[in-house]
Structure formats: structure tokens, C-alpha cells
């Protein structure tokens, strides 16, 4: 009984530990959340600007062409870039993202297309690299905090491979894996296409409230810095609502790991409580027994 006792006792020293530590990770993630929620949610004025001005400039535009809304033909190659997180601990933040990856990787390939892989997050390249699937290129580091300047250069990589000719790598299409971040307690894992772009015509009563303008330069050379603009705003809203969704699921998941640890230090207690009142009961036994035969052997 005293064995037990004592392994109950490292059990609940050990738990404790744990603990400590799930609640900072909570109380980490809970501190950052906000921050990341405004940062997400803030990027949406400044994307509907810009979609405001391209179709503004799309509207003075007669003859609307650009490599950007263009249909490619001449390859099959489709990128898809997944964002997962840098750091586990965030319950099926990462595995639900790398699950829809898979799945959309599959059926490009039953539909004939060959996909190129772009990965954002140790946790995407882990998974990849250990089932020995190659990726065109890998950004790390930065998953719950991303910064402007790796938007762009993910943007410059995503337009560099849209634009370049067949023969040289280019692709037809490219889809990002993410997860959107609705509220605190739902985050949804959504596959976008990114390129080619697809400027949709608004309504009439829209159209109406759209003021005249005269550009300069001319409207198509707006047009031409307008897109790889919108494009980068993308991946960078992408990323930013990526992280709100990581730090809330990693603060709902160490919130169940702080409550679970504190459920087996109940029970750990109550069995620890169980094998000491065993071991005192089985004490007295033994004094009452050995007692009893002192007193017959007089």
C-alpha cells in the first residue's frame, strides 16, 4: 500500500506540472488573441477598397484584359499553398487543414492536374516531409504572428509561378488551405482559389453609384499595379486570419488540457486518500493481531 501511495503522489507532482504549464500556454494565447482578431478583422476595409477601386477601374476598362483573370490552357500544374501553424498544442487546428490539403491534392490529381506544393508552418512540413511528398518551398517561423514582409514574399512567389511561361514551371491556378476564423469557439477550414482572379461585375444600382474618373496614368496601367496589390492584401489577410484561428484553438485546447489535468488531481487525490486509509487500516490490523498474540502466548 505504501508503494501506491508514493506512485500516486510522483502522479500528482507530475500532473500539477502539467498544469502550470497549460494554463500559461492559455493565458499566453488568451493575451494575443485580441490582438489577432483586430489585425484580421482590420484587414477587411482596406480589401474592400481595393476591390471598390478595381471595379472602378474595371468599369473605364473596354477592353478588360490582364494575365492575372486569364484562364491559362497551356499547363496543368495547379499550387496550392497550406497554412498550418509552427507549434503543436493547438488541438486539430493543423490536422484539419492538412486533412482538406490532402483531399483537394487527390482530386487535382483525378481530374489530370499535377499540383506543386507550398507550405506555410512546421507542422504543414513535418506532415509532408515524413510521407516523403516533395514541396516546391516552405515558409516557417512566424505561423501566429505573421508579418507583412513574408505576406509579400509568398505573394511575389504565388505571382512569380501564376505568370511564368509553361515550360518554366508556371500554373494554371493556385488554391490556399487555411482556416477562417469565425468567433472564439469556431475556426473553419475553407480552400480558396487565388489565382486566376475573377472580377465580377456589380449591379446596376452599384454600378450607378461609382464616380467618374479621369486616370492618370492611363486606366489599364492602374489596373496593371492595382491586382498584384489585391493579391498580396490576400495571402496577408489569409495569414492573419489563419493566426486568430491558431491562438484560439490553442487556447481552447489548453483550456480542456488545464481542466482534464485538474480532473486527474482529483482523482489521483481521492485513489492517494483510498491507499493511505488502506495502508493505516492494514497498520492497525497488524498491531491489533500481533496484540492478540502476545496476549495468548502469556
Do not use: C
Not at 13 to 40: P, Q, Y
Not at 257 to 267: F, K
Amino acid at each position: 500500500m505504501a508503494g501506491s501511495q508514493r506512485v500516486y503522489k510522483q502522479k500528482i507532482r507530475a500532473t500539477k506540472t502539467l498544469e502550470k504549464v497549460f494554463r500559461a500556454m492559455e493565458l499566453i494565447a488568451s493575451s494575443r488573441i485580441g490582438k489577432a482578431r483586430d489585425k484580421a478583422q482590420g484587414q477587411d476595409p482596406y480589401t474592400r477598397a481595393l476591390i471598390r477601386s478595381i471595379a472602378t477601374v474595371a468599369s473605364s476598362v473596354t477592353d478588360l484584359q490582364h494575365p492575372l483573370i486569364t484562364h491559362r490552357t497551356d499547363t496543368n500544374r495547379v499550387a496550392i499553398l497550406v497554412v498550418t501553424s509552427d507549434r503543436g498544442m493547438a488541438g486539430a487546428y493543423s490536422s484539419s487543414v492538412l486533412r482538406e490539403a490532402e483531399s483537394r491534392i487527390q482530386s487535382l490529381k483525378e481530374e489530370g492536374k499535377e499540383p506543386v506544393l507550398y507550405v506555410y508552418g512546421r507542422r504543414g512540413e513535418s506532415f509532408f516531409k515524413f510521407r516523403k511528398v516533395h514541396m516546391e518551398r516552405v515558409w516557417t517561423g512566424s505561423s501566429d504572428n505573421p508579418s507583412p514582409e513574408v505576406a509579400h514574399e509568398i505573394a511575389e512567389e504565388m505571382l512569380h509561378r501564376f505568370l511564368a511561361d509553361a515550360e518554366d514551371g508556371g500554373v494554371a491556378e493556385i488554391h490556399v488551405v487555411f482556416t477562417r476564423f469565425i468567433n472564439m469557439v469556431k475556426q473553419t477550414v475553407q480552400v480558396r482559389r487565388m489565382l486566376p482572379l475573377e472580377v465580377v461585375e456589380g449591379s446596376d444600382e452599384e454600378t450607378q453609384e461609382l464616380p467618374l474618373y479621369e486616370f492618370e496614368p492611363s486606366a489599364e496601367e492602374v489596373f496593371d499595379a492595382l491586382l498584384p496589390m489585391y493579391v498580396s492584401q490576400r495571402i496577408q489577410a489569409v495569414l492573419l486570419m489563419a493566426a486568430a484561428s491558431e491562438l484560439a484553438a490553442r487556447q481552447q485546447a489548453m483550456h480542456s488540457a488545464t481542466e482534464n489535468a485538474r480532473d486527474l488531481i482529483e482523482d489521483y487525490t481521492r485513489l492517494a486518500n483510498n491507499a493511505r486509509q488502506a495502508e493505516i487500516t492494514t497498520e492497525i490490523t497488524e498491531l491489533i493481531s500481533g496484540a492478540d498474540a502476545l496476549e495468548n502466548a502469556s
